[in-house]
Every structure is written in structure tokens, then in C-alpha cells.
């Protein structure tokens, strides 16, 4: 998705449910007595532009309800998976309108390897995965949401890093299947071999 330039946002005007009705005019004249006006002559629309900080805190109203919805629904699937609630989210700069919310976070052994720290995120856009910086290549916003999850490590200080020893990109996993993405978080959280059986009966 090209980026150059800056993007202008409006908020669109709702139609006045005044001159909008349903009911033919005699039925309508038969429940209120009131006979219809014909609607008047269309008016211009009065566009609000709205600033980039505006369309960043709606998105990110939007993200976190996502977020909530998802965190609900694979803590509720089975008692021995049990997650921290972790959500906030972040949207793209120059263009507010795209973001992604981190739900959870957890580890995960794999074979005989230490535990690996992964975190979960619903974005509301597709991309590829880059190896390198920046994380989003070739972003799409037109394909729906991408739920991933990449695994970190400790970095010096206080931060954290994309842990790539594993894959270059740090990526557990990417789908656009909610369902699917449901399915890759439970097995990553389920504790033991019966629990991830009940997990691939989805």
C-alpha cells in the first residue's frame, strides 16, 4: 500500500431519518395522521475532516474490542489454558486508519529447547513479514485481519527483541483465519499432549 503523500480523513454525515421512510404515504398518513412531505432537494454533504490523532483513537477503539473478544474466547476454551490479559495496540504511522493489538503473551517448549516467549496480535491488515526492519512489508488493507505470533527474547536493559532462532522473522505463526488462529494459540498454551488433542478436534 503506497504511503507517499498524506491521507485525509472524513466523517461521513448520517441521512436524517426525518425524510426517510419505509411506509407508503397512506399507511404512514393512517399511523401518525400526518401527511408526507416529499423529501427536499438534496444538499451538498458537509464533510468533518477528522485529524490523524482522531482516526488513531477510533482504530485503536476498534483494535482493543477485538482484542477483548479474541482474549475471551481462548481463555474460555479449556480450564488447564489459561492466558494473561495483556491488550493494547499500536497503529501505523501516516496511516492511523491501520494497527494492531497485542492480546496475550505466553512461552512455549519446543522439543528440548528452552521455553520460547511469544506474543499474540490481531492486526487489521495484511503484510508480509519482513526479516529485518521494518516488521510490516507490502501491507494490504484490503484482505481483512492478520492474527500472528512472534516469538521475543530479553534484549539488554529493560526491553525486548524478536527472538530469531527459530525463524529470521521471529513468526510462530500467520493466517487470516480467526478460527485457525484460535486453533495455533490454544496448542502453543495447551500443557500437555491430552489437552492438545482436545485442541485438534477444532
Request: a positive charge.
Amino acid at each position: 500500500m503506497p504511503t507517499s503523500g498524506k491521507l485525509r480523513y472524513y466523517a461521513t454525515t448520517p441521512t436524517d431519518s426525518r425524510w426517510a421512510t419505509g411506509l407508503a404515504p397512506h399507511s404512514e398518513f393512517l399511523r401518525t395522521g400526518k401527511i408526507a412531505r416529499p423529501a427536499p432537494p438534496s444538499l451538498p454533504a458537509k464533510r468533518r475532516y477528522l485529524a490523524p490523532e482522531e482516526v488513531a483513537e477510533r482504530t485503536g477503539r476498534i483494535l482493543a474490542a477485538a482484542g477483548q473478544t479474541t482474549y475471551r474466547r481462548i481463555n474460555s476454551f479449556h480450564e488447564e489454558i489459561r492466558f494473561p490479559k495483556m491488550i493494547f495496540y499500536r497503529v501505523l504511522e501516516e496511516i492511523p486508519h491501520l494497527g494492531y493489538c497485542h492480546v496475550t503473551t505466553s512461552s512455549t517448549s519446543f522439543d528440548a529447547r528452552e521455553r520460547v516467549k511469544w506474543s499474540f496480535y490481531i492486526a487489521n491488515f495484511a503484510s508480509d513479514i519482513s526479516e529485518t526492519y521494518p516488521f510490516f512489508e507490502h501491507i494490504r488493507s484490503s484482505t481483512g485481519r492478520m492474527y500472528f505470533a512472534v516469538a521475543f527474547e530479553k534484549a539488554p536493559g529493560d526491553t525486548f527483541r524478536i527472538d530469531r532462532s527459530i525463524r529470521k522473522n521471529g513468526l510462530l505463526f500467520r493466517t487470516g483465519d480467526p478460527q485457525e488462529a484460535m486453533k495455533n494459540v490454544l496448542m502453543l498454551g495447551a500443557p500437555n499432549a491430552a489437552v492438545r488433542a482436545e485442541v485438534k478436534k477444532l
